[in-house]
């Protein structure tokens, strides 16, 4: 069961990078409302899909973050999911605070989501841009 929550979380994810490099049938006329919902629930997706990676991650024994606050024994299910969204977030958003900490393998996971965190508006802009010249679509 572990493995099949696992591998989906993981397809949530790769599925909303994909609707953001290769939407297939939004048409962006304009910077609108619609396209900032877009934007936000592509964030959302990725900042809880990564949260379950590292909370799944840290239910099956590995250690994937340090949190500073809390004590050294794991806490209650809800106490580590927040902590793993939290480390999510600041880790999608920022440079994190330093208060949660990955470790291990967590690490790596951080690399790629805060790689994800600064490359999607880029690609996002760019995105924008090109469906919305004329030109670039091979419409004059």
């Known amino acids: 069961m572990w493995y099949v929550l696992f591998l989906g979380v993981v397809i949530c994810i790769l599925m909303a ?18 396209n900032f919902v877009f934007l936000a629930i592509t964030y959302a997706v990725i900042m809880i899909g990564f949260g379950m990676l590292y909370l799944l991650l840290e239910l099956k024994g590995y250690h994937i973050f340090n949190d500073v606050a809390a004590s050294s024994a794991p806490g209650p ?6 902590t793993a969204i939290y480390l999510s977030a600041v880790t ?17 996971l951080a690399i790629i989501e805060a790689l994800l965190g600064y490359t999607i508006p880029a690609a996002f802009v760019v995105r924008t841009f090109i469906d919305f010249d004329p030109a670039a679509r091979g419409k004059y």
């Open 17 to 34: 990078l994909r609707m953001l490099f290769f939407p297939a049938r939004f048409k962006f006329k304009e910077v609108s409302f619609e």
């Open 77 to 82: 299910f809800y106490s580590r999911l927040g």
């Open 92 to 108: 999608l958003f920022s440079v994190g605070f330093g208060d949660v900490a990955p470790v291990g393998m967590g690490r790596f």
